[in-house]
């Protein structure tokens, strides 16, 4: 059974950072595209960064110079490092794994974490 599990969300002020992670098991991890998506209420599920199985990262224009997103095929973990956060970056933050490729629609997607929430005060 693949699990993603998301840890490091939490409650910061304009300007701080918080770092996320995502555990996998059940997957070949070194084989799939990992992503982290993001949801506001009331508005849709949004990208924000991608590495492929090959290391090719991309992200979303405005979180680009902010955030970086990395892996760790020996340890099944992909992490979003989030500094300078902003108000609206508060959205719950979610991880995703797929094989198809590594883009910004989520049915590119097949398997998804809970998710974990990231709010981010003035």
């Known amino acids: 059974q693949v699990q993603l599990v998301e840890s490091g969300g939490g409650l910061v002020q304009t300007g701080g950072s918080l770092r996320l992670s995502c555990a996998a098991s059940?997957?070949?991890?070194?084989?799939?595209?990992m992503a982290w998506f993001r949801q506001a209420p009331g508005k849709e599920r949004e990208f924000v960064a991608a590495?492929?199985?090959?290391?090719?990262?991309y992200y979303i224009v405005s979180v680009k110079g902010r955030f970086t997103i990395s892996r760790d095929n020996a340890k099944n973990t992909t992490t979003l490092q989030m500094n300078s956060l902003k108000s609206e970056d508060t959205a719950v933050y979610y991880c995703?794994?797929?094989?198809?490729?590594?883009?910004?629609?989520?049915?590119?997607?097949?398997?998804w974490g809970q998710g974990t929430q990231v709010t981010v005060s003035s």
């Open positions: 995703a794994a797929g094989t198809l490729l590594a883009g910004r629609v989520p049915s590119q997607y097949g398997y």
């Open positions: 059940g997957l070949t991890f070194s084989n799939h595209h």
């Open positions: 590495i492929s199985r090959g290391g090719n990262i």
